[in-house]
């Protein structure tokens, strides 16, 4: 499915880098083009820099940031999942027939995750124990999980989660810093030092080399992609409880689109589609880039739709031009 | 291998059969040749568009945005006759081949020139072309009653006892076949997706190739743009939302596989006839339409599931997961 490397691949991130690497780097270029949107923004809407909006701002992102994470380790490891956003349409619907059921909101959060993880366990075993492509088998449960989203509610809609479930989506920590928020840093924490700092990330990275070599050298690969198939699977379920507290009810078309952000965040986030390299930081900058972007143009009318012109447009672009730059540089030389 | 093909086909041909026994054993007018007729001039389009996407696939690429590909070609032909209903219909249709062609050749570009993988460009383009639809729209809708009878009329013709809708995609089925089997073009596209290193040293440029299929599917997208509107009667920024993933589908129950180089013209058309049978069969066992997504997802499965096993068998699969980790 990938493309054929003609050349070798990029090597993936050093530990230790020289200082001129680090400020060329990828995570500085994200800096300055997240800096340059938010001073835009300023300029361009005096609504913007009040410290409401920009609590509204992050709304926008930690839903979908907190699946690219995981997303980001799995694409590391040259797989994708797609079906992220459909999970979180199933999960939102089991947590709905739960609440029909007279469930409180400790057992509703508890069914939005485990029917996440369930969906990812799926996902994993058939990609690791059949030893399936996992673009077309997450294609396949995308259909499958937002399917039976579709089957139990139809046209119709659960509502009337409990306040406290809400909470969840909607509730604040502290001042303006949302739930939502704090449950992104701290998730975020966790995986940069689980892909940068432990041997499980090590070997995620080795995996995306070159999964032959990690295999003779000890890994466990069918292992290690099962776990991340389990953990995207968690974070959509997670994803779920947040979003549909957030909104406070379940469509089966819930989160829709969702799967293909995510995807850009990771890919914007510096994270090679080929897999073998990436950041989380990128991630995280790439998230809050995406966030700034739509939430600018929200304030300047701009309707979604066209919104998505400047993401997708940004997808191409932020890949096109170091490209471009090395073409260009190659032929100076 | 010739034989392995031959098998899976006719596998996939008896489960299309099977469906339309079963529905027939309760519902005897489901297989009247009339309805079949309908259900084949259903499944016109999405057959067309499963044979675009073949040859991306064969090259080991991908095209996630043939369904805006589609609703941008087709806002911008509805555009076109409402404004200027004078323009004859053959001119529009090709004018739909060429936009949608470059909207391809976009894509291919960018694949061939900068080397990005396919899946980045076109799920880039997958939402740029689709938010073009409501720059060039202004949001608003192009319904019946502005587009002229002959664009609305024309597919409804019929052409010995059969829609001119189905003719359209009979004959791109056709020259796609021809292309496939008859053309050093068409053995090309196989040849890069099995084999690139090879492909290579046989004189195959393989960026070219891929910007070939990109053209081709966006070619299909196009043309299928004008017959999709003006099937349904209605131009929208919502047209044919979330196809993408129908036509993949399509696709990978052919038995074309996602990883290049296998898959056949009568596997793409009967994946599509699959999808299209199964859709018209379940309003009439009474099945909510609801069910046709979760139905669609599992025959996915079921096809990998089959096809991985038949390409295992094969030998291929550790070339490929070599290739894939190198």
Not at chain 1, 138 to 155: K, W
Not at chain 1, 174 to 191: D, N, R
Not at chain 2, 5 to 23: D, M, N, P, Q, S
Not at chain 2, 231 to 249: D, F, K, N, P, Q
């Amino acid at each position: 499915m990938t493309d054929f490397p003609a050349t070798g691949r990029q090597l993936p991130n050093r530990l230790d880098k020289p200082l001129k690497s680090a400020v060329l780097s990828w995570e500085s270029l994200l800096v300055l083009v997240a800096l340059a949107i938010f001073i835009a923004n300023s300029f361009a809407s005096p609504y913007f820099l009040n410290e409401w909006s920009l609590s509204d701002m992050t709304f926008n992102f930690t839903e979908k940031a907190l699946i690219a994470l995981a997303m980001a380790l799995i694409i590391i490891t040259g797989e994708i999942d797609l079906s992220v956003a459909s999970i979180i349409a199933l999960a939102s619907t089991m947590m709905g027939l739960a609440l029909q059921a007279g469930a409180d909101t400790p057992v509703l959060v508890m069914v939005g995750i485990c029917v996440g993880v369930l969906c990812g366990a799926f996902n994993g075993f058939l990609v690791t124990g059949l030893k399936l492509p996992s673009i077309v088998v997450t294609i396949g449960t995308m259909s499958l999980f937002r399917g039976i989203a579709y089957i139990v509610l139809g046209d119709q809609s659960f509502k009337g989660y409990p306040a406290s479930f809400s909470w969840f989506g909607q509730g604040y920590v502290f001042w303006v810093i949302s739930f939502e928020l704090v449950l992104f840093v701290v998730a975020a924490v966790i995986f940069y030092v689980l892909l940068q700092h432990t041997n499980f990330g090590r070997r995620v990275y080795a995996i995306g080399n070159n999964a032959t070599a990690a295999r003779f050298s000890g890994v466990r690969v069918d292992r290690i992609k099962f776990v991340l198939f389990c953990l995207t699977g968690l974070m959509s379920g997670i994803a779920a409880v947040l979003l549909t507290a957030r909104l406070g009810s379940t469509r089966p078309s819930i989160a829709e689109g969702f799967e293909l952000e995510a995807v850009t965040m990771v890919v914007l986030g510096g994270v090679s589609i080929l897999g073998g390299s990436g950041t989380i930081i990128g991630v995280v900058l790439a998230a809050l880039i995406m966030g700034l972007v739509t939430f600018g143009l929200g304030l300047l009318n701009v309707p979604g739709i066209v919104m998505s012109i400047f993401i997708g447009s940004l997808l191409i672009v932020v890949i096109a031009l170091p490209i471009l730059f090395r073409m260009w540089r190659q032929r100076r030389a | 291998m010739n034989r392995l093909l031959k098998t899976r086909e006719l596998w996939l041909a008896l489960g299309i059969f099977a469906v339309i026994v079963l529905v027939t054993l309760r519902f005897p007018r489901f297989s009247q040749p009339g309805n079949l007729l309908t259900i084949f001039n259903d499944t016109s389009i999405l057959m067309m568009l499963a044979l675009g996407q073949m040859a991306v696939i064969l090259t080991r690429s991908i095209d996630l945005s043939m369904a805006s590909n589609l609703a941008l070609t087709g806002m911008v032909v509805a555009m076109i006759n409402a404004a200027a209903p004078g323009v004859p219909i053959p001119l529009l249709i090709a004018g739909c081949v060429v936009v949608g062609a470059a909207l391809g050749a976009f894509n291919g570009i960018l694949v061939w020139k900068l080397d990005i993988p396919p899946i980045v460009v076109t799920l880039g383009t997958l939402t740029i072309f689709r938010g073009l639809v409501f720059v060039i729209s202004g949001g608003a809708w192009v319904n019946a009653a502005q587009m002229s009878q002959e664009f609305i009329q024309l597919q409804r013709g019929s052409f010995l006892g059969l829609p001119i809708l189905s003719w359209f995609a009979v004959v791109v089925a056709g020259l796609v076949y021809l292309l496939m089997t008859r053309t050093p073009q068409g053995r090309a596209f196989y040849a890069i997706g099995v084999n690139p290193t090879a492909a290579v040293y046989t004189g195959i440029n393989v960026g070219r190739t891929k910007f070939l299929a990109f053209v081709l599917a966006g070619a299909i997208s196009g043309l299928c743009g004008y017959l999709w509107i003006s099937r349904y009667v209605i131009a929208s920024v919502e047209v044919a939302g979330g196809y993408e993933l129908t036509i993949v589908a399509a696709c990978v129950i052919g038995g074309v596989s996602i990883a290049g180089g296998i898959g056949t013209v009568a596997g793409a058309l009967l994946g599509a006839l699959f999808l299209g049978v199964v859709n018209n069969a379940l309003p009439v066992i009474g099945v909510s339409p609801f069910w046709q997504m979760a139905i669609s997802g599992a025959a996915i499965l079921i096809a990998v599931v089959l096809n991985g096993r038949s390409e295992r068998t094969k030998g291929r699969i550790i070339l490929n997961k070599a290739e894939a980790g190198a």
